[in-house]
């Protein structure tokens, strides 16, 4: 009973903004805005505000046209450049590579809505402040550079000439998450897919179907319509599994479902999803969900009840081969692909949530997920804005993801410093994330500190409120030369299972030398080779994720002819070229995995 009431709260809690969650457009109406947009970029921010810096009515978003000879109109985006969506402008132009601060994009479009129709604009992502205007009309704003977005446009747009006007700012600042400084580029612009999206007048807003935590056979979740007609019978449907299961939604629109089913478990062996559909008298959706059980057991992780060891790798959402933000679901299977061919079975996707095809793909795909919002670093721990942008990530996240088997950690931070403040802070977003989904282990990469020379303890107050422990460390990179991992051991303060969340060294591809001599692909393969040995004495060690799969752009990397602006950490050159600690690491995972099976 505790656990239906904890997910009916789930549904109850994303009521709070009843139409902005459109988490799934299979079987939906679905009209793509992707492709060339006219950009005006405005580093004074001239199309908002008046030369008194107050937000001006005749911005940019009334997208004006001159009506005489006479009449005064300083742009034009009919005559303007144009960027491509999706896509960060940073690499589409020269002259944007390191540009920080707002880009107007407008996007003409027609479009005949079906009479009781409602439609509704969506953003898969928008880096990293957004102002959303349609038809010069303001929709909305968005927060945060990474997780999906929607705005309802029935009652403004008509059936020709609509112009959607987007102002994008990724200037960061010290009260944001993330904060100032991170060690990836900040790409900015319309990074992901933009759509318009057609429901019927009363629709299936959200759904919530997992295996309820603990059991292998049944199946619960929630169901939740929006619109006028709220109060109706909706019908499950998993047609593999013989499952045809009928519930009444209450008054609110909102339907507890909760039902045995004999299911084939999801698991990186067997990733197997089932054609799922969810109909109510005036909607129907489709969806491909996979099912499975994940929790742990003292220093265990449990997948579908079985001890598992994440075999991972770390992976920034850096376009593969060309660079720039990956969007693309041949990023993911390209990206995803790496991974399976290192032998994971495992993905840290950092420091924030990666696109969606990259999810759904390692569903597809069998790899396990976690999943982080970009609290990195020293975030304002005591801003109440900052943490409310924090919990909004997560609740994006989380609504996005939640019917995804792939995702089994949510992550809340990455090496953030401590204090009470910032425990406060994780606290609450570990505690927002278990009422949101009661289903999944939360982790965060935590603090640890050397005892003595010889030993690293873990007892980061932040242990106690985890299911899983992460830890970052550079033992061979940052902290000493790479055998000093051979003397060093690892306690804990807790007994619960460990993930070396990062570990590992920067080489350029094909550059070659001893094996003390830094930045070459020998160098890294010491580290590697005294950190599999050092990792191997861990008894509580149930996951490792190397930093990082692939070399990828950050600001602070100038180092000419070796960084160039790119960390170069990664297994795999951002050419895709597999450096020589790809091949070890290679090597412990087929052992591991021969050993566990
Ligand atoms: C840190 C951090 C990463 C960073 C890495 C590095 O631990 O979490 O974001 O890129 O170290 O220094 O390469």
Redesign the pocket.
């Known amino acids: 009973m505790k656990i239906c009431l904890a997910i009916l709260l789930f549904a109850l809690c994303a009521q709070a903004h009843p139409t902005d969650l459109i988490t799934n457009t299979d079987g939906r109406k679905t009209t793509s805005l992707d492709g060339q947009w006219q950009v005006i970029v405005d580093p004074y921010e001239s199309g908002y505000y008046n030369y008194r810096y107050q937000p001006s009515d005749n911005g940019y978003f009334k997208n004006a046209k001159p009506k005489s000879k006479s009449d005064l109109i300083e742009y034009d985006f009919d005559k303007s450049a144009t960027l491509k969506v999706p896509g960060d402008w940073n690499t589409q132009s020269d002259q944007l590579f390191f540009y920080e601060g707002t880009v107007w994009y407008k996007k003409s479009f027609d479009y005949q809505r079906k009479a009781d129709a409602r439609l509704f604009v969506y953003f898969g992502a928008a880096n990293y402040f957004a102002d959303v205007y349609l038809n010069g009309e303001k929709l909305g704003q968005h927060e945060g550079g990474f997780t999906p977005f929607n705005f309802e446009i029935t009652k403004l747009v008509r059936d020709t000439g609509n112009f959607l006007v987007v102002k994008v700012d990724n200037k960061r600042r010290r009260d944001a998450v993330p904060t100032l400084m ?3 580029w900040n790409y900015g612009g319309l990074t992901r897919e933009v759509m318009l999206i057609e429901t019927s007048s009363t629709f299936v807003n959200d759904y919530l179907v997992q295996l309820k935590p603990g059991s292998r056979d049944r199946v619960s979740g929630w169901v939740r319509l929006a619109g006028e007609k709220l109060s109706q019978r909706i019908t499950v449907r998993i047609p593999e599994a013989g499952v045809v299961k009928s519930f009444a939604t209450d008054g609110n629109g909102l339907a507890a479902i909760d039902f045995n089913a004999d299911l084939k478990l999801w698991s990186p062996e067997s990733p197997k999803l089932y054609d799922v559909t969810i109909e109510a008298e005036t909607d129907r959706v489709r969806d491909q969900i996979g099912f499975r059980s994940i929790e742990t057991r003292g220093t265990d992780i449990l997948l579908n009840g079985r001890p598992v060891f994440l075999r991972g790798v770390c992976i920034h959402e850096e376009a593969p081969l060309r660079g720039g933000r990956a969007y693309s679901r041949e990023d993911a299977v390209t990206l995803l692909g790496w991974a399976k061919e290192l032998g994971a079975n495992f993905v840290r996707l ?2 924030y949530p990666h696109n969606e095809f990259m999810i759904r793909e390692a569903d597809r795909m069998g790899i396990l997920v976690w999943s982080e919002i970009p609290v ?1 670093w020293t975030i304002e721990w005591e801003n109440p804005a900052t943490l409310e942008n924090a919990r909004n990530q997560l609740s994006e996240v989380i609504a996005r993801d939640k019917n995804r088997a792939a995702v089994v950690i949510w992550s809340v931070a ?2 953030t410093p401590l204090s009470d403040a910032r425990l406060s802070f994780l606290r609450n977003l570990i505690t927002h994330a278990r009422q949101l989904d009661p289903t999944r282990l939360l982790s965060a ?1 935590m603090e640890r500190h050397y005892l003595d020379n010889k030993t690293q303890m873990i007892d980061d107050p932040l242990g106690e409120f985890l299911d899983v422990l992460g830890c ?1 460390e ?1 033992v061979g990179w ?1 902290d000493g030369l790479p055998e000093k991992a051979d003397g060093l051991e690892w306690k804990s303060k807790y007994q619960k299972p460990l993930v070396m969340s ?1 570990f590992g060294g ?1 080489a350029l591809f094909n550059h070659h030398g001893d094996s003390l001599t830094r930045w070459t692909e020998e160098y890294q393969e010491n580290i590697y080779q005294h950190q599999i040995s050092m990792l191997k004495r861990i008894p509580f060690l149930r996951g490792a994720a190397p ?2 799969l692939m070399d990828f752009r ?1 600001p602070r990397r100038p180092l000419p002819g070796i960084q160039d602006y790119w ?1 170069r ?1 990664g297994l795999v050159s951002d050419r895709g070229e597999k450096k020589k600690a790809f091949y070890i690491m290679q090597r412990w995972y087929r052992e591991l995995k021969k050993s566990q099976h």
């Open positions: 991170t060690d990836w950092a420091h990195y990455n090496e990469a970052n550079y940052y990062e920067d930093w990082i950050s960390n950490k």
